[in-house]
């Protein structure tokens, strides 16, 4: 599903009070299938461009489609709200923190429930999606509570895939967890976009993530879309990035410092340690 994003405005209100634009005229059209990393400092409106692919935020001017739901300024129907809930995917940035029930497959069941599916059916697909996840079926009838930071999260995303999106909406969601704890989590997340096709975002802070698992990058920066491109493209352009003080990832620091030592140019922007690999034996360094 397309998700795709014309002159997007947006601030927000507190009763009468509204702060100054947080998003300033985004455009960008992220395509069916597309897996795409958002980067910025704290404050570009990372979070907030998050919240208006499924209208947490409405865009004061301009419009959000998503597949072939338009939200607009106008006062929404909730039938577009609705369908576009039911199809985007939602995982803010510490999910764990909105579990409530007092077992995992109550949590896991709330959404489909809440969209009025018979309760066996919501049972069968929480079955479903705590597989999904890496979780044994056992630990439905367990408290959320009682379990490790991991394991909630992994939990409070199965109550998110359990839907089943078409696209799915990802704030930082390596955030606090072990350096294990993270690769996993991603891992999930990208066999998820291989398989099901669906169209992905995610908002990191983290470069080596973008490499390992996007394919298109996003900078935002005060508001606005400063640059969208394939994570090759974007990798290449060190000078760009020195300037907008982002981080390379760890292969392509190593590409560089090794380039500038040995004289020697590898043939490919290396992001992985696969492209590093097969770049050294390209040019008999390995
Ligand atoms: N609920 C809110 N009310 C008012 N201002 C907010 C709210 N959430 C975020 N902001 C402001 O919007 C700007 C963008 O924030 P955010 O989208 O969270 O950026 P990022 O995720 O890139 O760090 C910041 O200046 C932030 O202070
Ligand atoms: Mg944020």
Not at 151 to 157: E, G, H, K, P, S
Not at 189 to 202: A, D, F, M, S
Request: proline share 5%; aromatic share 6%; hydrophobic share 40%.
């Amino acid at each position: 599903m397309q998700v795709n994003f014309q002159g997007v405005t947006a601030d927000y209100r507190i009763g009468p009070i509204r702060s100054k634009n947080i998003l300033q005229q985004v455009d960008l059209c992220l395509p069916s299938h597309s897996f795409t990393a958002i980067v910025g400092h704290t404050g570009a409106g990372k979070s907030s461009l998050l919240k208006t692919v499924n209208g947490l935020l409405l865009p004061k001017e301009g419009s959000i489609q998503v597949g072939d739901q338009t939200i607009t300024s106008v006062l929404q129907s909730k039938d577009v709200l609705k369908r576009v809930r039911q199809s985007v995917g939602m995982v803010f940035q510490f999910p764990e923190s909105q579990l409530f029930a007092e077992t995992v497959e109550q949590d896991i069941c709330f959404g489909p429930l809440n969209f009025g599916m018979p309760k066996q059916e919501a049972q069968k697909l929480a079955k479903d999606a705590i597989t999904l996840v890496g979780l044994e079926e056992t630990i439905l009838s367990s408290s959320p509570f009682s379990l490790s930071g991991g394991q909630q999260r992994r939990v409070a995303i199965a109550g998110v895939l359990v839907m089943n999106p078409d696209v799915l909406v990802l704030d930082e969601p390596g955030a606090g967890l072990d350096p294990q704890g993270k690769e996993e989590i991603l891992t999930l997340i990208k066999n998820l976009h291989e398989t099901k096709g669906i169209t992905t975002i995610l908002v990191t802070h983290d470069m080596d993530d973008v490499a390992r698992y996007a394919d298109d990058v996003v900078v935002m920066e005060e508001g606005k879309v400063i640059t969208y491109k394939p994570v090759h493209t974007f990798f290449d352009d060190v000078e760009q990035l020195k300037a907008w003080s982002l981080d390379l990832p760890e292969p392509r620091r190593f590409q560089l410092r090794l380039e500038s030592e040995t004289n020697v140019k590898l043939p490919n922007v290396c992001l992985t340690i696969e492209d590093l690999v097969a770049g050294l034996i390209e040019v008999g360094l390995a």
